[in-house]
């Protein structure tokens, strides 16, 4: 899941710094990710196979660089070994109390992934046992994306993959099946009939992968019902555009709340079950959308590094202690001002993470927020991905813990997720699509919103054991990119 910081200090350039007086070049990009990913999980780098002195060329960048951002930078080895391979010497560096810090063979991929771009079929699914009875893995897709090869063949969602490539998908093989899918493969699958609750007869295809550009925005809606108009906004990443100078995607965005603030709506439901993080940038673009009496004088976030980055921070006088406090936007299509009763409702998973928890941190000294669904990820720390741009000896990219962030209150007291109001791990097999008011998370949603019983959730008797999802794998899952650090400003000033 990321979280971006002041969009126009976003830069990539070689800068000058020395382990504590800042004098030796570094070349590096100042985008800053705030990381809920568990770095065994999401990215498997690829091996490195360079010899002792090309270890040592690429671990000696990673140690001057860990020595002055790591936040736990006063508990790295004295006498780390410099000849071991690149990963593994990163990890050696790491605190035992970080379990977000992470670094990747190639930086350009990583870059790429966290904009949205990755080569896959167009799908995300959810991983459960089929039965305590044998080891079977079922893969249901819980969203198709538009006009990808998944869509183009008419997989929906509900739908459950049985095998990967004629291959069962078990307990002992489904990371390495399903580690195969970034490349051409055949599902075997079962369709999810819905409207008579059971699945239809098990069926191949073949699907395509390409480079394919996922849009965050993923749908919206206004569901009229009991004289109540909810918007319905289901957001599955933050990420300003395309790449990092865009802003094609926060500008959709503000679309989608000029079109509810058009329409009149009196509740807001915000779907970030299947959001597992992505800029600050956009995620203060949203709490914007929606705090309720939010200004530019209104606190979004506060940034707390190690000593040496926040005294560099304060001495800089383009900077300063300003700098460690970021303010909400002013908007025009801001919603807040018309939602009863102040209250803003937000489905989550356990997924849920990161640049998603920060709006809801955010928010929370300004207006209700209710959330329902299951408890989310647990990550209020941040990291700077660094990377050298023009160098064929080392083409890693890192993403070392480098801060904690605050909301106006002092407050970051989610490590361990934040705990819905309303628990539903949504685990139920029987899935309707996303806007459908019989569809369990947002029949709860509404319930709460109308008073009136839902007459969905006819399923939930239908769960499963949840093993794992498809966002588990993602670069950018569970992160948060700060665009806010002005590398060269803090090191050559």
């Known amino acids: 899941m990321v979280l971006t910081l002041n969009t126009e200090y976003n830069m990539i350039m070689k800068i000058k710094i020395d382990r504590v007086l ?24 690829t091996t490195n196979t360079t010899t002792s002195d090309e270890n040592s060329y690429v671990n000696n960048w990673i140690l001057e660089n860990m020595n002055f951002w790591y936040l736990w930078h006063d508990k ?20 035992s109390e970080d379990r ?55 997989l929906k969602r509900g739908d459950v993959i049985t095998a990967i490539n004629e291959q069962q ?3 002992s093989n489904y990371q390495t099946l399903l580690g195969a899918i970034s490349e051409n493969h055949t599902v075997r699958y079962r369709p999810l009939l819905i409207d008579q609750e059971q699945f239809g007869t098990e069926t191949t295809l073949s699907l395509t992968t390409t480079e394919y550009q996922e849009d ?23 990420a300003t555009g395309a790449d990092s100078e865009s802003t094609t995607y926060d500008d959709e965005m503000e679309s989608v709340f000029a079109d509810f603030k058009a329409q009149g709506i009196t509740d807001l439901v915000l779907d970030l079950r299947y959001n597992s993080g992505g800029s600050e940038t ?30 560099e921070i304060i001495n800089t006088p383009s900077m300063g202690e300003a700098y460690l ?45 209710f ?77 709460q919103i109308t008073g009136l019983a839902s007459s969905g959730r006819k399923g939930e008797k239908e769960t499963k054991e949840f093993i794992g999802s498809s966002l588990d794998r993602k670069a950018r899952g569970f992160t948060l990119t700060v665009d806010g650090i002005d590398v060269k400003k803090i090191l050559l000033h």
């Open 22 to 45: 800042f004098t030796r070049w570094v070349l590096g990009a100042a985008m800053i990710f705030l990381l809920a990913t568990c770095k065994d999980d999401e990215v498997t780098p």
């Open 76 to 95: 790295i080895p004295a006498s780390p070994d410099l000849t071991l391979a690149p990963e593994e010497f990163f990890n050696s560096l790491l605190s």
């Open 100 to 154: 977000f810090s992470w670094i990747q063979a190639d930086y350009q991929e990583l870059l790429n992934s966290l904009q949205g771009v990755s080569k896959e079929a167009g799908y995300e699914y959810k991983l459960y046992r089929e039965s305590s009875s044998n080891s079977n893995v079922i893969a249901q897709i819980v969203y198709i994306k538009p006009a990808s090869a998944a869509a183009q063949a008419g």
């Open 169 to 171: 998908i078990t307990i």
């Open 216 to 238: 965050p925005n993923y749908m919206h809606t206004v569901i009229e019902s009991d004289n109540h108009k909810v918007g319905y906004y289901v957001y599955n990443f933050f």
């Open 282 to 311: 956009s995620a203060n673009n949203l709490a914007s959308l929606i705090g309720t009496g939010v200004n530019t004088s209104s606190i979004f976030l506060k940034r707390e590094y190690n000593d040496d980055v926040e005294e």
């Open 325 to 369: 406090t970021s303010y909400y936007q002013a908007k025009t299509s801001n919603v807040g001002n018309q939602l009863q009763n102040s209250r803003l409702y937000v489905l989550t998973s356990s997924r849920t993470a990161s640049a998603s928890e920060l709006v809801i941190n955010a928010l929370k000294p300004y207006m209700e927020v």
């Open 371 to 447: 959330v329902i669904g299951d408890t989310t990820y647990g990550k209020n720390v941040g990291s700077i991905s660094l990377y050298e741009e023009n160098d064929s000896k080392n083409t890693w990219g890192m993403q070392p813990i480098v801060l904690k962030v605050y909301n106006s209150l002092n407050q970051s007291d989610y490590a361990s997720g934040f705990v819905p109001d309303i628990y539903n791990a949504d685990n139920s097999t029987l899935l309707y699509p996303l806007g459908d008011t019989r569809e369990t998370l947002l029949s709860l949603a509404m319930e």
